[in-house]
Structures are given as C-alpha cells and as structure tokens.
C-alpha cells in the first residue's frame, strides 16, 4: 500500500537513501517519507546506525616463537552524517575491518614476547582501534571500541606455563616450610637452653642451702656439744648421709643397686678421701 501510495517509513536508529534516476539524491531520517515512484525517485536501501559487534581472530606468533590466537572484538556504528560514504564506498564492512585488524596484530605481537603480549593486550588493542579509526572514518564508519578479548597460545604451552607457576608456587611453599621449621628450631633451642640455665640455678641454689646448713649445724653442733672438732661433725654427718642413702636405696623398687664398702668404717675413708682432695685443690691453687 505503501508502495502505491508513494510513501515509505524509515524505522529508529536507520536511514534510508533515496536515489533519483540511479543517482544518489538524500538520505531519509527516521519517520514517513514521500517517494514519488513516477518521478523517478526510488529507495536504493537501509542503513543501520547501530553499534555493531564483530569478533576476529587471529593467528600470529610472538617474539619467543609461540603461536597464539590473538582475539579482537571490534565494535563500530555508521555516522548518520556520513552514511551515503557508508552505503556506497564499502561492500563489506565487516571484511574490510578484518582486513585491518590481521595487519595491526600480526605487526605488533610478534615483537612482543608471549607474557608480554599478555601484559600489553590493551596498548595492542589501541594500535588497533587507531588503524581502524583513521581508515575506516573516510567510508562514514566511527570505530567504537576495540577490545583484545583473550590470547589463546598453543595447548601444550599452556600446560608448560601451568606446570612452571605450580612448580613456582611450590618452590615458594617449600621455602616457607623450611622458614618456619627454622624458626621451630631456634625457638625449640632457645627454650631448651633457657631451662637449662634456670636448671643450673636451681642446682647452684640447692648446693648453696646445702652448704649453707652444714656449715650452720657445725657452729650450732659446736656450740652445744663442748670439745668437738668440724672433723668429728662432717664425720657423723657424713655417716649420717650414708645410712640415708642406703634406705633410699632398698626403699625403692626399680632403683639401680650399686655395690660399695657398707661398713661404718668405709665412711671414715670416705671422708678422708674427700678431706684429701680438699686440700690438695686448696695447695695446687696457692
């Protein structure tokens, strides 16, 4: 009905060229529109202004020798003021943008090693949207964006790659383990030796209350029992001390026995023996 009532409608977001005699003559705005037919206009088609999206991928190699597929995804609109460029100049649009798009990647990403490439997607991906943007403007085309999506090396270089991070990250760990194994230890042998220096405390502290009390049941002994020499107390003392030892022994059940003169006598040598390297370490120091 349309066409016999020589009137056409031009949808949102589209334009529409009008020709006259096969020329070129306006391009039609959204909204209804007058095209008489018998005057030789006619419409020679539509022009979407959309943003349209188109994926590429690439294969090209790096600078280490790895093939990676190297993916763009371009996306460009018509410009409205521009659009008989855009109808006209071009008969595929998306080959041609495709076309750019192999030269600009296959230039820059085999200077670049593969983790680089990885690094640098986005300055690949302005090297492209640049060589897109000053060919495609003089064909009435305005690139939008221009995305590097994913760089996809060969599958065995991935799992090389794989393989050398978890052998990083292991190597990481082990130094780690050992780090705190390291510090287990220090802080193992620190403790030991501090209770062993609080041992030792103990051990001279005890000694010195030994001496301490000889030393002061001698004077009292003294004191009390008139005519009595310290050789004659440090003797019974140290009788007294044997026959303590002896019951400690035989009281206890799994106690190692050891076998020495038992007699009241042996004693007395004892003491002499002790007495005897006493004062032979008192001579050898003066």
């Known amino acids: 009905?349309?066409?016999?009532?020589?009137?056409?409608?031009?949808?949102?977001?589209?334009?529409?060229?009008?020709?006259?005699?096969?020329?070129?003559?306006?391009?039609?705005?959204?909204g209804c529109h007058c095209l008489p037919w018998f005057l030789g206009s006619q419409l020679a088609g539509h022009l979407s202004l959309r943003v349209q999206q188109l994926d590429v991928k690439?294969?090209?190699?790096?600078?280490?020798?790895?093939f990676v597929n190297v993916v763009a995804s371009i996306q460009y609109r018509a410009l409205a003021d521009k659009a008989s460029d855009a109808f006209y100049k071009l008969s595929n649009t998306k080959g041609q943008i495709q076309a750019y798009v192999f030269d600009v990647i296959r230039a820059s990403v085999p200077r670049l090693n593969l983790d680089d490439a990885f690094e640098q997607k986005n300055e690949i991906a302005k090297a492209v949207e640049d060589e897109l943007e000053k060919a495609m403007s003089a064909y009435g085309y305005e690139i939008v964006q221009t995305l590097i999506v994913d760089i996809e090396p060969d599958e065995r270089v991935k799992r090389a790659m794989n393989e050398i991070n978890a052998?990083?990250?292991?190597?990481?760990?082990?130094?780690?383990?050992?780090?705190?194994?390291?510090?287990?230890?220090?802080?193992?042998?620190?403790?030991?030796?501090?209770?062993k220096y609080l041992a030792g405390l103990g051990i001279a502290r005890q000694r010195q209350a030994i001496v301490d009390g000889l030393?002061?049941?001698?004077?009292?002994?003294?004191?009390?029992?008139?005519?009595?020499?310290?050789?004659?107390?440090?003797?019974?003392?140290?009788?007294?001390?044997?026959?303590?030892?002896?019951?400690?022994?035989?009281?206890?059940?799994?106690?190692?026995?050891?076998?020495i003169p038992h007699g009241p006598g042996a004693v007395r040598d004892v003491a002499s023996q002790i007495r005897e390297g006493l004062l032979q370490a008192s001579s050898a120091a003066n």
């Open 1 to 30: 009905m349309g066409g016999v009532l020589c009137c056409i409608q031009v949808d949102q977001s589209t334009v529409a060229v009008k020709e006259r005699f096969g020329k070129f003559d306006e391009v039609l705005q959204p």
């Open 58 to 66: 690439c294969e090209t190699k790096t600078r280490d020798n790895v």
């Open 167 to 195: 052998a990083a990250r292991l190597r990481v760990a082990a130094n780690e383990k050992a780090e705190a194994e390291k510090i287990l230890q220090i802080k193992r042998a620190e403790g030991e030796a501090e209770s």
């Open 215 to 259: 030393r002061d049941s001698v004077l009292g002994f003294s004191e009390n029992v008139p005519g009595t020499t310290a050789k004659d107390i440090m003797d019974m003392v140290l009788v007294t001390q044997y026959f303590d030892t002896m019951k400690e022994i035989g009281a206890a059940s799994k106690s190692s026995t050891v076998f």
